[in-house]
């Protein structure tokens, strides 16, 4: 969704800011714009992308050394010029640039408009920086007093960043609820709606928390203060991942590096946790939490998309490893319900960005309630997991690509690993089984390195299906959140109708549509349920359905049946989504590709969703 750049120090700010909006560009955007201040202030601003904003500004001033730059993702109004960031009031004045919402704007602007207050687009934010313009003017007080009286008057969620003509020297900066990072370099600070932007200046950060309001000048030190007026000492921590991690490194999308990542990536989650010499898991969000596990009554599960996904698998894994009733929720529908939840529930928030506005809502929730709350996200030091009350990082690295790949197999990972522990714990797993998980595990990143020897193949069969209008993804068991998350990845990427199914479900409706011009991909691996699924590959056949099947290495029966085969080697039953859903991630990205579409910056879909 919307991103956040602003500069203040010594050196130059648009390059500054036009380097760290297209950092930003992965988060989803429709239109951009930047605020440089040099005795005036320079705004330009445009529907597009950043490269249209740059031809926009081709050679006009854009000199200063304090700027504010922003990408804008749709909510209030439509995607044009005079909607998108940044907003500003009395001939550049005061300029805003703001991610969030604003809920009560409505009220707030007919109020302004009473006042005589006049405006320029349909945003919520544009009320913001009347309203701040009007309390400062009528309070007779300095900017960052007028911001926190204004605050007061709003709901919503926003983070902010103020550039005031009057003040080169500083900018003003407030969170609620969206998050803002501001990076300490040299005399010099950098602001950013996540650390992408800054991390090829600094690797020093201060996470501001709900409620801070900052004034972050051109020298000196960074003050920060609560709501209330108290002074609070900024907490500086450092960026744990790489430049080049934001980079394609060779792959000509994110997407492709992210999917090859996955035997790296499989392995950080498990490195330090998973010991085959001493027989043991160790993991932060479970050693803590020991007793609250022996005592669980039930697991609650929460997410948004594909990380629900990965909660779903979680359910299976959690009840056959450990024996824990579990209920998984889309963070957006438990929210807004009324839940039963007692005190000893464990909630596990599951989250790639840790900013998902439904699933920090639904474990404020559950934490009112007196639950146990667990995040497992994949980006240290966000509002999840800062808001939880232990957890797990993924340690899959940063994922830039809209569609989640590598960040599912993560969550996977890790929720192996959690259901495993468990069950030791709870007795339910003997001493010899679960050395046998413990080896086999260990053993997960190569087997998706042979998956991923596959390419050509799924290439070849992308180019057979690519002009496809529906597809249909069929699994049972450990692979139908599998079959969900195939339908997800092929929907989002290539704008082609995909649905996933539970096997057995077809014949309850969705069988009605299967003809010769239906795809449909079964992923018929070698598990408990094996036979099952290929009665329904028959039921799929006998009525003219093209088949691509996804059957473990050797497989002869569902092989011999199928339009299009996919091999993947045979794996414990319990690990199988680790390894089945990488083949479906390369079959989207290549269908995507043929068709031409934006494989990592899908159109309408943002990386983080910060509003609800
Ligand atoms: O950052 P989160 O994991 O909380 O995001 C949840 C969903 O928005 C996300 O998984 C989304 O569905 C992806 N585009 C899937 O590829």
Known sequence: MCGIVAYIGGKEAFPILIIGLKRLEYRGYDSAGVALLNGDVNLYKCKGRVVDLENHIGEKNTKG???????????????????????????????????????????????????????????????????????????????EEAVRIALTQVVGAYAIVILSKNDPDTLVVAKKSSPLVIGIGENEFYIASDATPIVEYTRNVVYLEDGDIAVVPRHGELKIKNFKNKEVIPYVQELEFQLEELEKGGYP??????????????????????????????????????QKFMKAKRIIIVGCGTSWHGGLVGEYLFEELARIPVEVEYASEFRYRNPVINEDDIVI?????????????????????????????????????RETHG???????????VAS?????????????????????RGHIPKARFNQLLTEIKGIPKKVEEVLKTND???????????????????????????????????????????????????????ALIDAEMPVVVIATKM?????????????????????????????????MADYVIEIPEVDEMFIPMVSVVPLQLLSYHIALKRGCNVDQPRNLAKSVTVE
């Open 65 to 143: 050394s304090v700027g504010i730059g922003h990408t804008r993702w749709a909510t209030h109004g439509e995607p044009n010029d005079a909607n998108a960031h940044p907003h500003a009031i009395d001939n550049n004045e005061l300029s805003i640039i703001h991610n969030g919402i604003i809920e009560n704007y409505l009220t707030l602007k007919k109020e302004l408009e009473k006042r005589g207050h006049v405006f320029k687009s349909d945003t919520d934010t544009e009320v913001l920086i009347h309203l701040i313009q009007d309390v400062k003017d009528s309070e007779k007080v300095d900017l």
């Open 253 to 290: 999308h994110f997407m492709l590096k992210e999917i090859y990542e996955q035997p790296r990536s499989i392995r950080d989650s498990m490195r330090g946790r998973a010991s085959i010499s001493r027989g043991t898991v160790q993991l932060g969000g479970i050693t803590d939490f020991e």
């Open 349 to 385: 928030a599951i989250s790639q960005s840790g900013e998902t506005a439904d699933t920090l809502a639904a474990i404020k929730l559950a934490k009112a309630k007196g639950a146990t709350i667990l995040g497992i996200c994949n980006v240290v030091g966000s509002s999840i997991a």
């Open 391 to 401: 957890g797990s990082y993924t340690h899959a690295g940063p994922e830039i690509g």
């Open 405 to 425: 790949t590598k960040a599912f197999t993560a969550q996977v990972t890790i929720l192996t690993l959690m259901a495993m522990e468990i069950g030791k714990m």
């Open 457 to 511: 193949v799924i290439e070849e069969i992308a180019e057979v299906f690519k002009d496809a209008s529906n597809f249909l993804y069929l699994g049972r068991g450990l692979n139908f959140p599998v079959a969900l998350e195939g339908a997800l990845k092929l929907k989002e990427i290539s704008y082609i109708h995909a649905e996933g199914y539970p096997a057995a479900e077809m014949k309850h409706g969705p069988i």
């Open 528 to 560: 408990g349920n094996y036979e099952k699924t290929v009665s329904n590959i028959q039921e799929v056949k006998a009525r003219g359905g093209k088949l691509i099947a996804l059957v473990t290495k050797g497989d002869k029966i569902v092989s011999e």
